[in-house]
């Protein structure tokens, strides 16, 4: 037990949530990040699936790295992430139809998420299957973080409510309150992500 949560574990597990964050410091992946992030259930959505899917993708990967041939090991990995992609839309399908569609084709552009495919190339080709799942559960965890966050304040000043559930009482409309129509647009997405982006480096996040 104290081998899987050893030193180098718990640094391949903490650098992806700070030093070495997929969107904020690599920033990778913030395609379907503005995408997908007007409301705070799709964006939680969004970011469990790529969680799930990066996770179970780098410990397969890792397991057949030492029988995949170096000219194909390309196809291989999308070909994996692929399988996982579709196995998880229909389940989204199945049980959140509402989110599916919001998400819309979405879903199936992680096959292409440059985070994903970094982490198989850079990590998973060349660690063990442990190692491999905390680098692919992180790599997700920091995703869905700025997901969660950007989401959350559009939704909240854009519609007044938090995973539909309105936070915002009547009597605030009332007295005149009225909800930012501009947060519901797209180009917030980018502007709230490059505040996200700026606070981090600013107070959370020194280079060496």
Excluded at 141 to 160: D, H, N, P, T, W
Aim: with cysteine.
């Amino acid at each position: 037990m104290s081998k899987l949560f050893s030193k180098e574990n718990r640094e391949v597990f903490s650098r992806p949530l700070n030093l070495d964050h997929p969107i904020l410091i690599q920033v990778l992946g913030i395609c379907s990040a503005l995408a997908v992030t007007s409301q705070l259930k799709p964006a939680v959505v969004m970011g469990l699936a790529v969680t799930v899917i990066t996770a179970f993708a780098s410990v397969i990967i890792s397991l057949i790295r030492h029988t995949i041939p170096t000219r194909i090991r390309i196809v291989v990995q999308l070909v994996v992430v692929a399988t996982l992609v579709t196995i998880v839309s229909q389940v989204l399908k199945a049980f959140a139809y509402d989110v599916s569609v919001q998400l819309s084709v979405y879903v199936g552009l992680i096959i292409t998420n440059c985070i994903l495919m970094g982490r198989l190339e850079a990590f998973s080709m060349m660690n063990r299957p442990w190692p491999s799942f905390l680098d692919g559960v992180s790599n997700g965890l920091g995703y869905a973080m700025v997901l969660v966050i950007v989401g959350g304040v559009r939704e909240f000043f854009g519609r007044g409510s938090l995973m539909g559930i309105q936070l915002i009482p009547d009597c605030f409309y009332d007295w005149g309150y009225i909800n930012n129509g501009m947060m519901t647009m797209p180009a917030m997405a980018l502007i709230l992500l490059g505040c996200v982006i700026w606070i981090h480096r600013a107070y959370f996040y020194k280079e060496k």
